[in-house]
């Protein structure tokens, strides 16, 4: 009988690991918000844990993950029956570990706590910034607050996203091994498709400008609410007050991360053509709206946010396309220019 209770679980973990996560854009964007050290992100049995949790989220909910280990080996982990036994073999070790003291033991049951200690406070210090964020982002496209006010917390807004994507991308990437220009290349090549990179390009191209787009806070809103959201139903499910108040609003949160995606998504892509129609007044700025439109062409090939720029773009096409064809077809070079230039 615990054979057949186990072979639906075994089913479900061969068609876990068989299931193709490079070809389903929310595993990017689920194992980019994972903050873990680099030296863990790089094992093969903690890609392969997040990978089951992943399916457990997205695909199959009645998936078991077990916890993954904290100790430092990099096996994988064993089957049920093995884990029980190794679990009881546990006190033995520490009990003929105590009448002999050896030094691997010592370091082990030292540098065991650590990882998880750090991966707490960093958990800990985003969570801080981007509640802070998301309050100052909220005051700042208040109608009652003072202009001056506003802008200042619209610049602020930005500055704290901006911060927090940088110690996200310090946290999973580290920094370059050598500052010369080959290390900083290669460095920069294996950032520039995070949606952490993305978000601190965004958040620098607005933060060095005098033209204040409170529509621009939009996409900030959106990444605080999901990150603060997904910290509060993860350590604070028992509280009394977080039941009572916060679990819907956190569980809606979680549950409409393509929602939030696919309208921060339109508010970039609209951002770009209210740049474009600012370089007609007074408050142009021709190198803010090169800058961004280039970001907005990286959000279109980044695997991170293509599939929610691409469906914003192809229903703008959908829509343009017909009437440019039809009241002006003067206008069908110039864009097949600008589409040979964005697919380039």
């Known amino acids: 009988?615990?054979?057949?209770?186990?072979?639906?679980?075994?089913?479900?973990?061969?068609?876990?690991?068989?299931?193709?996560?490079?070809?389903?854009?929310?595993?990017?964007?689920?194992?980019?918000?994972?903050?873990?050290?680099?030296?863990?992100?790089s094992r093969s049995d903690v890609q392969d844990h997040y990978k089951r949790k992943f399916y457990q989220r997205y695909i199959d909910p009645d998936l078991v993950v077990e916890p993954m280990s904290t100790n430092s080996s990099s096996q994988p982990a064993r089957p049920s029956a093995a884990s029980s036994t190794s679990s009881n073999d546990q006190p033995r070790q520490r009990n003929s570990g105590s009448t002999s003291t050896t030094r691997p033991s010592g370091t082990s049951a030292t540098t065991s706590p650590s990882p998880t200690s750090l991966r707490?406070?960093?958990?800990?210090?985003?969570?801080?910034?981007?509640?802070?964020?998301?309050?100052?982002?909220?005051?700042?496209?208040?109608?009652?607050?003072?202009?001056?006010?506003?802008?200042?917390?619209?610049?602020?807004s930005f500055m704290g996203t901006a911060c927090s994507s940088l110690y996200s991308l310090y946290s999973l990437y580290g920094q370059p091994r050598e500052w010369n220009l080959?290390?900083?290349?290669?460095?920069?090549?294996?950032?520039?498709?995070?949606?952490?990179?993305?978000?601190?390009?965004?958040?620098?191209?607005?933060?060095?400008?005098?033209?204040?787009?409170?529509?621009?806070?939009?996409?900030?809103l959106c990444r605080a609410l999901e990150l603060v959201a997904k910290f509060l139903r993860r350590n604070f499910n028992r509280s009394s007050l977080y039941r009572k108040y916060l679990e819907e609003p956190c569980?809606?949160?979680?549950s409409n991360t393509s929602t939030l995606s696919m309208l921060s998504s339109h508010a970039?892509?609209?951002?770009?053509?209210?740049?474009?129609?600012?370089?007609?007044?007074?408050?142009r700025n021709i190198?803010?709206?090169?800058?961004?439109?280039?970001?907005?062409?990286?959000?279109?090939?980044?695997?991170?946010?293509?599939?929610?720029?691409?469906?914003?773009?192809?229903?703008?096409?959908?829509?343009?396309?017909?009437?440019?064809?039809?009241?002006?077809?003067?206008?069908?070079?110039?864009?097949?220019?600008?589409?040979?230039?964005?697919?380039?």
Request: charged share 15%; proline share 6%.
């Open 268 to 283: 970039e892509i609209g951002l770009g053509f209210l740049l474009i129609i600012s370089l007609f007044s007074w408050q």
């Open 120 to 156: 707490w406070d960093r958990h800990t210090i985003q969570f801080s910034v981007n509640a802070w964020v998301f309050v100052v982002a909220v005051l700042a496209i208040f109608p009652l607050v003072p202009r001056h006010l506003s802008q200042r917390l619209y610049r602020l």
């Open 182 to 220: 080959q290390s900083l290349q290669i460095y920069f090549q294996s950032i520039i498709a995070a949606k952490d990179f993305i978000n601190f390009i965004y958040c620098l191209t607005f933060v060095t400008s005098n033209l204040c787009l409170k529509f621009a806070l939009i996409p900030i």
């Open 251 to 254: 569980v809606w949160v979680e």
């Open 1 to 41: 009988m615990g054979e057949e209770r186990e072979d639906p679980q075994k089913l479900k973990r061969i068609a876990a690991a068989a299931y193709e996560y490079d070809n389903d854009p929310r595993w990017a964007d689920y194992w980019s918000n994972i903050l873990i050290p680099p030296s863990m992100a």
């Open 287 to 344: 190198i803010q709206t090169f800058m961004y439109w280039q970001l907005l062409k990286l959000m279109y090939h980044a695997p991170v946010t293509a599939s929610y720029h691409n469906s914003v773009w192809t229903k703008i096409g959908m829509t343009v396309n017909p009437l440019v064809h039809r009241y002006a077809p003067f206008l069908q070079t110039p864009i097949s220019a600008a589409q040979r230039w964005w697919f380039r």
